[in-house]
């Protein structure tokens, strides 16, 4: 019996997990203004609640698995560098190993996503797939020959952060015209809000009164009732989701694309018009066809694959 958490940027999850079911469920607020040591406390605190809310003992924990945002040293458990939460060369993995006196590892969230849904969900018949994750910023996983394929110092997958506009918006990572700026739910809040404000007499205002009340739903809302801008802002993030991903297919060309995050809650919204986009332009498009897909854990990707992880690297 192991326990997953998924660190993110707003909160962190976590549930035990039991011959591949998840029990316990429970939650905790993060924020980047928390030291490092504080946040594996709360880590540490909520694996303990999990474990009680599963009706555990916390002795049966045999490990615990966290999926963190960032260039992860999966072998060693050390957040290298996470741009959002300013955190450089963090012991994760002996922090929270101190404060629950469990066995811990920690891996990037995304690849845990793509570990937990290659073996729990949309990528089980598959051995070669790559999981975005449209969030905050854009995650990576790949997995390859149904294995994980992290790179060298576990250090790779980082698909946010590969240029789609040479000179184009400043990133948290420094550089300018990465794929997060342009394809992240963030992304897309931030065009939504642009648009609306050119456009005072736009629909989309009836689906959000202010600026801040803005979310990543706001665009698809609209342009389902056939507002213009709202059309423009979705068709202009799904070229940008599009370009990223046909770099990604023509690089690995896996079977499958899985789409995770908050904005693959749309669905066949995005699905549909992102598969019309990215078929004409991959190459040798009919030789080697790609499934692009919804991945079906939903929120419980991470929690799934940090668990795994614990358990496979026992
Ligand atoms: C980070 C990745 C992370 C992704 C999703 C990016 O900004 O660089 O490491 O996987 O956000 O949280």
Known sequence: MVIGIDLGGMSAKAAVMRNGVLEGKCSVATSAEDTPQETAAKLARLALDVAEKAGKKFEEIEAIGIGSPGAIDSSAGVVVSWTNFYWTNVELASL????????????????????????????AKYSDSVLVTLGTGVGGGIMIGGKLFEGYKSAGAEIGHMIIRQDGELCTCGRKGCFERYASAGALIRATQRAMSANPESGLWRFASALDAVNG????????????????VIADYIAALGEGIVNLINVLRPQAIILG???????????????????????????????????????DAGLYGAAVFAEERE
């Open 217 to 232: 739903r706001t665009a698809f809302l609209a342009s389902a009732e056939g507002d213009c801008t709202a059309k423009k």
């Open 96 to 123: 929270v190993s101190k404060f629950s006196g469990k066995r811990v590892c920690v891996l990037n969230d995304a690849n845990a996503a793509a570990l937990g849904e290659a073996r729990y969900g949309a990528g």
């Open 261 to 299: 995050g908050g904005v693959a809650n749309e669905g066949e919204n995005l699905l549909a018009p992102l598969r019309e986009f990215v078929r004409p332009r991959i190459y040798a498009a009919d030789y080697a066809p790609i499934d692009i897909v919804r991945a079906v854990l939903g929120n």
